[in-house]
């Protein structure tokens, strides 16, 4: 009866996670703007918090919301015309272009390259001899004039609907959140916290401070690899280099992904824009050697520890979210997966979430000593020890290692799990 308990709770358990998912896909138009919205509430709480000392609760609000999406718009717009004015630069590149295109042809003949271009070649001959006879064209379809000419003035108002809904919706809600950020907090706390107080006041404050801390040392990561990046393009002569900076600055807040999209565009043009091979080759080893900077320095003097999230955890919930809710789930993932360690730090039940997203150690000291004994891989057991003496006092690895081991081994054999 038991196990037939256990089998029907661990069911009950994946069709409730199931449920959640379908859930989050289905709702997703509503929840990534709610979930945008409360990012950057968390983002404008402090310095909406100092104001509130100097000129009252909601002329503080007004101000941070109104200077925050001014200063997006703005940047928006900038961006956008200065990609307008390198699109009209483009066929000014095609010198260096064709150049560049030609070394890569001479670079290819006579070799695996040429052999293999002969390949795609005869294959494209062999598809087109396929092709089916003539005399078959199919009717061209035909648009009614009115429908077409009724709508043409306005056909570039629609791919703007969407973000402008979605902008206009987290506006919105980041205003009336922060007007009514501590009753919301007290209705949260009323709601989960009957009876849990204090646990419910600790998890609160702790997502709070990791998701502020993550996001400031993120944003300060960001802005000194973009003025990395506006100064070295300048210098290396890739034309519209704050944009590429801020392009940059902007693309490091989605994992993994985004470095490789901000540096890769202005390659690009490097490849276009500049004479010969070395100034584009020149750029690639700045992106380099600033991504080595900012990922062995900036991020371990600043970041090391902010988020709370081992690696292979970051990246499973990066696809999870990617795959969930698109692009807004890819620079979401970071802060969701930092509220789901809090809640399995503090929530009973939850704690399984804690043991395999968090970055601290999964077993203790003795408990992974004592495993890897049982695994026979004495390499791993003999390295537990030796790093264990590097960061504490020799003699006390008997008692915290070795004696523990010991007992642990004792248990086992006199509960027969042990010959």
Same mark, same amino acid.
């Given at each position: 009866?038991?196990?037939?308990?256990?089998?029907?709770?661990?069911?009950?358990?994946?069709?409730?996670?199931?449920?959640?998912?379908?859930?989050?896909?289905?709702?997703?138009?509503?929840?990534?703007?709610?979930?945008?919205?409360?990012?950057?509430?968390?983002?404008?709480?402090?310095?909406?918090?100092?104001?509130?000392?100097?000129?009252?609760?909601?002329?503080?609000?007004?101000?941070?919301?109104?200077?925050?999406?001014?200063?997006?718009?703005?940047?928006?717009?900038?961006?956008?015309?200065?990609?307008?004015?390198?699109?009209?630069?483009?066929?000014?590149?095609?010198?260096?272009?064709?150049?560049?295109?030609?070394?890569?042809?001479?670079?290819?003949?006579?070799?695996?390259?040429?052999?293999?271009?002969?390949?795609?070649?005869?294959?494209?001959?062999?598809?087109?001899?396929?092709?089916?006879?003539?005399? %078959?064209?199919?009717?061209?379809?035909?648009?009614?004039?009115?429908?077409? %000419?009724?709508?043409?003035?306005?056909?570039?108002?629609?791919?703007?609907?969407?973000?402008?809904?979605?902008?206009?919706?987290?506006?919105?809600?980041?205003?009336?959140?922060?007007?009514?950020?501590?009753?919301?907090?007290?209705?949260?706390?009323?709601?989960?916290?009957?009876?849990?107080?204090?646990?419910?006041?600790?998890?609160?404050?702790?997502?709070?401070?990791?998701?502020?801390?993550?996001?400031?040392?993120?944003?300060?990561?960001?802005?000194?690899?973009?003025?990395?990046?506006?100064?070295?393009?300048?210098?290396?002569?890739?034309?519209?280099?704050?944009?590429?900076?801020?392009?940059?600055?902007?693309?490091?807040?989605?994992?993994?992904?985004?470095?490789?999209?901000?540096?890769?565009?202005?390659?690009?043009?490097?490849?276009?824009?500049?004479?010969?091979?070395?100034?584009?080759?020149?750029?690639?080893?700045?992106?380099?050697?600033?991504?080595?900077?900012?990922?062995?320095?900036?991020?371990?003097?600043?970041?090391?520890?902010?988020?709370?999230?081992?690696?292979?955890?970051?990246?499973?919930?990066?696809?999870?979210? %990617?795959?969930?809710?698109?692009?807004?789930?890819?620079?979401?993932?970071?802060?969701?997966?930092?509220?789901?360690?809090?809640?399995?730090?503090?929530?009973?039940?939850?704690?399984?979430?804690?043991?395999?997203?968090?970055?601290?150690?999964?077993?203790?000291?003795?408990?992974?000593?004592?495993?890897?004994?049982?695994?026979?891989?004495?390499?791993?057991?003999?390295?537990?020890?030796?790093?264990?003496?590097?960061?504490?006092?020799?003699?006390?690895?008997?008692?915290?290692?070795?004696?523990?081991?010991?007992?642990?081994?004792?248990?086992?054999?006199?509960?027969?799990?042990?010959?």
């Amino acid at each position: 009866m038991d196990a037939t308990a256990q089998t029907l709770r661990s069911w009950a358990i994946f069709a409730g996670c199931v449920l959640v998912v379908a859930v989050l896909y289905w709702a997703q138009t509503v929840l990534v703007p709610f979930a945008l919205a409360i990012l950057l509430t968390f983002v404008l709480t402090p310095p909406v918090t100092w104001l509130e000392r100097w000129i009252g609760r909601v002329p503080a609000v007004l101000l941070t919301v109104t200077l925050v999406f001014t200063l997006l718009g703005l940047a928006a717009w900038g961006l956008t015309r200065q990609l307008q004015h390198l699109a009209a630069d483009v066929p000014g590149y095609r010198a260096n272009i064709r150049a560049k295109i030609a070394d890569v042809r001479g670079a290819g003949k006579g070799g695996t390259v040429e052999q293999l271009q002969d390949t795609i070649e005869d294959l494209k001959g062999d598809l087109g001899a396929s092709t089916p006879p003539q005399g %078959t064209a199919s009717s061209p379809a035909v648009v009614a004039p009115e429908i077409a %000419t009724g709508f043409s003035g306005f056909s570039w108002l629609g791919p703007l609907v969407g973000p402008l809904g979605t902008a206009g919706l987290v506006l919105a809600l980041v205003m009336f959140m922060l007007l009514e950020r501590r009753d919301l907090r007290d209705r949260l706390i009323g709601l989960f916290g009957h009876g849990r107080l204090a646990i419910t006041t600790k998890a609160f404050d702790e997502a709070g401070t990791r998701v502020s801390r993550q996001l400031l040392m993120q944003s300060l990561v960001n802005l000194v690899y973009g003025i990395g990046v506006a100064i070295g393009l300048y210098f290396l002569g890739v034309p519209y280099p704050f944009v590429w900076a801020a392009l940059g600055a902007a693309l490091r807040f989605i994992p993994y992904v985004g470095p490789v999209l901000g540096a890769g565009a202005p390659i690009v043009v490097s490849l276009a824009a500049l004479e010969g091979w070395k100034g584009p080759l020149m750029v690639v080893a700045l992106f380099v050697a600033l991504e080595l900077f900012t990922n062995l320095v900036l991020e371990t003097v600043l970041y090391a520890g902010a988020a709370g999230v081992s690696q292979v955890a970051l990246l499973v919930s990066v696809a999870f979210w %990617t795959w969930l809710w698109g692009p807004l789930g890819l620079l979401l993932a970071t802060p969701l997966t930092v509220c789901l360690i809090v809640l399995g730090k503090h929530v009973p039940g939850l704690e399984f979430l804690g043991t395999l997203m968090a970055d601290r150690p999964a077993l203790a000291p003795e408990y992974n000593y004592y495993q890897r004994l049982l695994a026979r891989d004495q390499s791993e057991a003999a390295d537990l020890v030796e790093r264990y003496i590097k960061q504490n006092p020799p003699s006390s690895v008997y008692d915290a290692l070795l004696l523990p081991a010991l007992n642990y081994a004792e248990r086992d054999r006199l509960e027969g799990r042990l010959s």
